[in-house]
């Protein structure tokens, strides 16, 4: 088993296993809520594109004449990212080798999406993500995040999520967090079956910085923006003023 416990090359480890494993129900629901959401934006940002799981449904969403920037710094999942979208053909987004703090997009835009990113980002960091997002989207445009899960740095004994199977074999997680001060480390190990063999597992390690609702609804309100009281479940949304 190859562990991983720097967390820099933690996708370098899971991006081959990301769509695998990710659960259908949640990808679901988040697709959902973003048809909901978003049904007028016109030019959207995705901050954390990853493997495009979300960046399709933006695209599909789309009325005619928008375009979606999708942002993604880490190279491997943007190989995925580009890979699943040159298959759509030619749609109208650009993918953005930067990070949230350096991507650069020309006039203003109606939202601005992060799903399954904010754990990445401390207390400092958010703050500096409103401050350089929330002024570039139009009055009324959205900042739409998924709920983060724990709400509080409590320890997370080790969940097994099962995954897909591909052929002959099958994919599965297994998932824990220990509390680090008012951070999480969690471990995750991705493993591969064939039959009731363990073919292989590979393990990564990464701090995750927990933010409650509360924290959240407190950091939009000071960037200048106002929370969307009825955002689908699993999503929080704030519309800027």
Same mark, same amino acid.
């Given at each position: 088993?190859?562990?991983?416990?720097?967390?820099?090359?933690?996708?370098?480890?899971?991006?081959?296993?990301?769509?695998?494993?990710?659960?259908?129900?949640?990808?679901d629901?988040?697709?959902? /809520?973003?048809?909901?959401?978003?049904?007028?934006?016109?030019?959207?940002?995705?901050?954390?594109?990853?493997?495009?799981?979300?960046?399709?449904?933006?695209?599909a969403?789309?009325?005619?004449?928008?375009?979606?920037?999708?942002?993604?710094?880490?190279?491997v999942?943007?190989?995925?990212?580009?890979?699943?979208?040159?298959?759509?053909g030619?749609?109208?987004?650009?993918?953005?080798?930067?990070? /949230?703090?350096?991507?650069?997009?020309?006039?203003?835009?109606?939202?601005?999406?992060?799903?399954?990113?904010?754990?990445?980002?401390?207390?400092?960091?958010?703050?500096?993500?409103?401050?350089?997002? =929330?002024?570039?989207?139009?009055?009324?445009?959205?900042v739409?995040?998924?709920?983060?899960?724990?709400?509080?740095?409590?320890?997370?004994?080790?969940?097994?999520?099962?995954?897909?199977?591909?052929?002959?074999?099958?994919?599965?997680?297994?998932?824990?967090?220990? =509390?680090?001060?008012?951070?999480?480390v969690?471990?995750?190990?991705?493993?591969?079956?064939?039959?009731?063999?363990?073919?292989?597992?590979?393990?990564?390690?990464?701090?995750?910085f =927990?933010?409650?609702?509360?924290v959240?609804?407190?950091e939009?309100r000071?960037?200048?923006?106002?929370? =969307?009281?009825?955002?689908?479940a699993?999503?929080?949304?704030?519309?800027?003023?």
């Amino acid at each position: 088993m190859m562990t991983d416990t720097s967390g820099a090359s933690g996708y370098a480890v899971n991006a081959q296993y990301y769509d695998l494993i990710f659960p259908s129900a949640h990808r679901d629901a988040m697709r959902a /809520a973003l048809g909901a959401l978003l049904g007028d934006a016109a030019r959207v940002v995705e901050i954390g594109s990853g493997t495009g799981l979300f960046t399709e449904t933006l695209l599909a969403g789309l009325p005619a004449g928008g375009e979606v920037f999708a942002v993604e710094p880490a190279p491997v999942m943007r190989a995925a990212l580009t890979t699943r979208l040159a298959a759509l053909g030619d749609p109208p987004v650009t993918v953005l080798p930067d990070d /949230a703090l350096t991507a650069e997009v020309d006039g203003p835009v109606d939202a601005v999406v992060m799903l399954h990113v904010l754990t990445h980002f401390s207390a400092a960091d958010r703050q500096a993500v409103w401050r350089r997002w =929330v002024p570039r989207l139009r009055t009324g445009g959205l900042v739409v995040v998924d709920v983060q899960a724990p709400q509080e740095p409590v320890a997370v004994p080790a969940t097994v999520m099962p995954g897909r199977a591909l052929g002959r074999r099958r994919y599965d997680t297994v998932a824990e967090a220990a =509390v680090d001060g008012d951070r999480l480390v969690w471990t995750v190990t991705y493993r591969v079956h064939e039959g009731d063999r363990l073919v292989s597992e590979e393990s990564v390690s990464f701090p995750s910085f =927990v933010a409650s609702d509360e924290v959240l609804h407190a950091e939009l309100r000071e960037a200048g923006c106002e929370p =969307v009281t009825d955002a689908p479940a699993g999503v929080l949304a704030w519309r800027r003023r």
